[in-house]
């Protein structure tokens, strides 16, 4: 029997922010840009699990800097921070079409903040081949927590021998395996289509 694919978002199908959309994000933030990702990347957890939502986790990045952000520059840095994360690997876009069309059980675990999951939502048709969308900002657990795996494995009803986790950072495919789900450490289309 075929194993189920769970496939993380970005860093696989999507790709991680430019130079261009991380220059974005610090002058809309206006603050120096070492501070401004330290404080981007610790307060970032309760933003990916739905804790907080983007003025809520703004507001927070502000308060780590020791300045104040009004709404317009919040605005500003939902906007930034969205478009920062929209870009996509056609490559596997293509692939995934390709498991779906060949009736592969595939889906989703990703973190996520929900307005950037409403964003993929309203522009990625795509997204719809996935059985299942485990979304850290819905299910309230973000990788590599074991809860966001766990989540998974009840929404997929499988044993998680069964499942593939394909991701692109160490720590999550460990914490998978650490369950019992087989991992593999995405680094290119082609490697992947290799292992499969």
């Known amino acids: 029997m075929e194993e189920i694919l769970l496939f993380d978002l970005f860093g696989v199908i999507a790709r991680h922010q430019s130079p261009q959309g991380r220059a974005r994000l610090v002058e809309a933030a206006g603050v120096p840009g070492e501070a401004f990702w330290k404080a981007y990347w610790a307060l970032r957890p309760a933003y990916d699990s739905g804790a907080v939502d983007g003025p809520a986790y703004w507001r927070l990045v502000a308060g780590a800097l020791g300045t104040a952000f009004g709404p317009e520059r919040i605005a500003a840095l939902v906007e930034a921070d969205i478009a920062s994360w929209s870009a996509v690997d056609a490559e596997m876009v293509d692939l995934i079409g390709e498991l ?64 593939l986790f394909v991701d692109d950072r160490q720590e999550n495919v460990d914490a998978a395996r650490a369950l019992g789900i087989q991992g593999h450490l995405f680094t290119s289309a082609s490697a992947l289509r290799e292992a499969l």
């Open 100 to 163: 779906a069309a060949s009736g592969r059980r595939i889906a989703l675990l990703s973190n996520v903040p929900e307005e950037l999951a409403v964003h993929y939502e309203r522009h990625h048709p795509w997204l719809a081949h996935f059985e299942v969308r485990g979304l850290s900002c819905r299910i309230g657990y973000a990788k590599p927590a074991p809860g966001a795996y766990a989540w998974c494995l009840r929404a997929l009803d499988a044993p998680p021998g069964r499942i």
